[in-house]
């Protein structure tokens, strides 16, 4: 009978089996409660304070697109240094600004640049946790740990709004803000249980390094030149600019289309909750019954077809279930362009790479929010679903087309084992691996060592490559 371990195992395994793993998800889903805490309290802060609907739009602006603008700097800084320490840096660095935001409460203009830097920060936190978990997890386990951290920070995002309503009341914006504060600082402690994560594969933190806006701009050539990961990112990112703008227009679906109750916005939004989270389980306990490019492709297919036929709901019910449907597909694609960018990527361009990716989609979330807002204006919502959903199969089939020939395009790696930053082994580029052992202390093997003179004490030794092809730690 095969095991987990043969066979790749679920999410379960892997929170029980590997501390690095789980230290990495927990943390995760620490500071997205926090975040989404502190979110919920500045939009009622910046609304009680100047009454406009502009400030609070202007709020949101500059945390989600101001980061995209500086991603090929953040993608390189997870790649030119340690990425444990870059993950740790971010979390402690964005508690400490939240706590000045806490204590000080600044007024707007300053408030939106400490906002747009806490953003920036984050940002740059996300391209090397991503970049992280091929050394942390077996290549076999990627799509189950991909789909643990999906459900876990879009869980805490759904359950952050029902905290900030409980505290908010009892303790304001400054106490909210705090605590968001304290979940970064715990989430910076709990990743101190990750083993270093050098820079790359194979490249010394301490080494000579290209220049650091060079390599950004490596970064973006990379994504490029690549036919395989051009298509992934190019795709994905086509169906955000689509689709993206279905937030705004179901609240016009729900008023002028349906005339159900104000409520009813945020039952088809938590629809798309309810699809992302079951989508995650789903996928962590069955990844291995679809290759990831027919996953990926699926996801945006069906992501896409849920707002087209949203666009002829002919009741709540029927809306709420395409809604739920659409964030199955949401699951499927974040799970699949992940794993298919950590296996496609090497070690040493990773970071940039997803970097590089999390803005460009950033910047088609901004282009779906102003386009669709022209197109809502001119028509109405059902034909705004229609048109997004339209353009975001278009996109599905052209992929659909060109994506598996890119992919058996893609030069085959070497036939080398897995490198696991979290058991002592690195690669160099002389086609061999250095490989820390531990002191022997079983009173009989070191009997046996001193026989064959060898001493028991710390050894690191570096080994031909070939000799480890059938090692899989």
């Known amino acids: 009978m095969t095991g987990p371990e043969e066979r790749g195992g679920g999410a379960l395994w892997l929170l029980r089996t590997n501390s690095a793993f789980r230290a990495l998800s927990i943390s995760r889903v620490v500071s997205f409660v926090g975040d989404t805490v502190s979110l919920v309290a500045l939009i009622l802060y910046v609304a009680d304070t100047t009454g406009h609907a502009l400030a609070v739009a202007l709020l949101l602006l500059v945390g989600d697109f101001a980061p995209a603008l500086f991603a090929p700097l953040t993608g390189a800084v997870a790649d030119r240094f340690n990425r444990k320490h870059v993950m740790i840096g971010c979390e402690l660095a964005q508690g400490a600004l939240l706590l000045l935001i806490a204590l000080t409460l600044p007024p707007l203009p300053l408030l939106l640049a400490l906002v747009a830097i806490r953003s920036t920060i984050g940002q740059t936190f996300q391209p090397a946790s991503r970049a992280a978990i091929p050394a942390l997890v077996r290549d076999k386990d990627l799509e189950a740990a991909n789909s643990t951290i999906g459900f876990g920070t879009n869980g805490a995002e759904a359950i952050g709004p029902f905290i900030a309503a409980a505290l908010y009341p009892f303790i304001g914006v400054s106490g909210v803000l705090l605590v968001d504060a304290a979940s970064f600082f715990l989430s910076g402690l709990l990743l101190t249980g990750i083993a270093s994560l050098p820079p790359g594969t194979g490249e010394p933190e301490d080494g000579p390094k290209e220049p650091f806006l060079a390599s950004a701009r490596a970064g973006l050539g990379y994504i490029w030149s690549v036919p395989a990961v051009r298509i992934i990112a190019l795709t994905f990112c086509v169906v955000v600019a689509f689709n993206g703008i279905d937030d705004v227009a179901i609240v016009y679906l729900v008023r002028d289309t349906l005339q159900a109750p104000e409520f009813t916005v945020g039952l ?36 896409s077809l849920g707002n087209l036929l949203t666009g002829l709901a002919w009741a709540v019910a029927a809306a709420f279930v395409l809604q739920t449907v659409r964030g199955l597909g949401l699951a499927a694609m974040d799970v699949a362009s992940n794993t298919l960018l950590q296996r496609l990527v090497p070690g040493d361009r990773l970071g940039r790479v997803f970097g590089n990716f999390y803005g460009l989609i950033g910047i088609a979330a901004a282009v779906s929010y102003l386009g669709g807002a022209v197109l ?17 199969l278009a996109a599905t089939i052209v992929a659909a087309l060109t994506l598996p020939g890119a992919l ?24 061999t691996y250095v490989v820390q052992g531990n002191q022997v202390t079983d009173p009989e093997v070191i009997a046996e060592l001193h026989r064959q003179g060898i001493t028991d004490t710390d050894h690191v030794v570096e080994i031909p490559t070939h000799l480890l092809r059938d090692l899989d730690p």
């Open 376 to 392: 809502l204006d001119a028509t109405n919502a059902p034909v705004t679903f229609i048109v997004a959903g339209v353009g975001g």
């Open 268 to 303: 088809l939004l938590g629809g798309v909750g309810v699809g992302l989270l079951v989508g995650y389980v789903l996928l962590a306990r069955h990844h291995r019954l679809a290759s990831m490019t027919a996953l990926l492709l699926a996801g945006f297919a069906i992501s």
């Open 408 to 431: 058996r395009r893609v030069p085959q790696p070497p036939d080398t084992p897995p490198v696991r930053a979290n058991l002592g082994v690195f690669a160099t580029q002389r086609d």
